[in-house]
């Protein structure tokens, strides 16, 4: 299965003490997008320090305007509030959901926990309808409990 070749994959690239945490993120967006067909655009969003409100981190994708997202608002806003993952298996079913372009389809994002504490996430847009399974959820937790202990 692709998500198990992926997980020694990140696991090397979060190895690697020469590169700042930025890249180290931006190499793990570039890495899934690439090896997984329908993650069109994967970003990560952080907590913007005091504010109630997330800011955005490395991505590859389609450029956005969505830099900052007050807690929340769209799919990646709740998800700061409720402290869950969210699938969203049509975007154009759901009232909060902030649109980034037209071609998206379906959205998962979740959340990144340092010391139990909700401090950032992973965003992943996607072309195709309903694409995202609990396979994907188990395999993005686990990146992103890797990416919380560079943090």
Not at 6 to 18: F, M, P, Q, S, V
Not at 30 to 46: D, K, M, Q, S
Not at 85 to 101: E, G, H, K, M, T
């Amino acid at each position: 299965m692709i998500f198990e070749k992926l997980k020694t994959e990140i696991e090397t690239i979060l190895l690697d003490n020469n590169k700042s945490k930025d890249e180290l993120l931006l190499n793990i967006c570039e890495l899934l997008e690439a090896n997984i067909e329908y993650y069109n655009w994967v970003g990560f969003y952080f907590k913007n320090g005091d504010k109630n409100e997330l800011k955005l981190g490395p991505y590859v994708g389609e450029p956005t305007d969505h830099t900052i997202i007050p807690f929340g608002k769209g799919i990646c806003g709740q998800v700061a509030v409720s402290n869950e993952n969210f699938v969203v298996p049509d975007v154009a079913a759901q009232d909060n959901y902030i649109a980034c372009s037209i071609t998206v389809k379906a959205e998962i994002v979740i959340p990144i926990f340092v010391n139990g504490e909700n401090v950032g996430q992973i965003d992943i847009d996607s072309n195709t309808p309903d694409p995202f399974t609990e396979e994907d959820e188990r395999f993005l937790e686990f990146v992103c409990a890797k990416v919380a202990k560079i943090i």
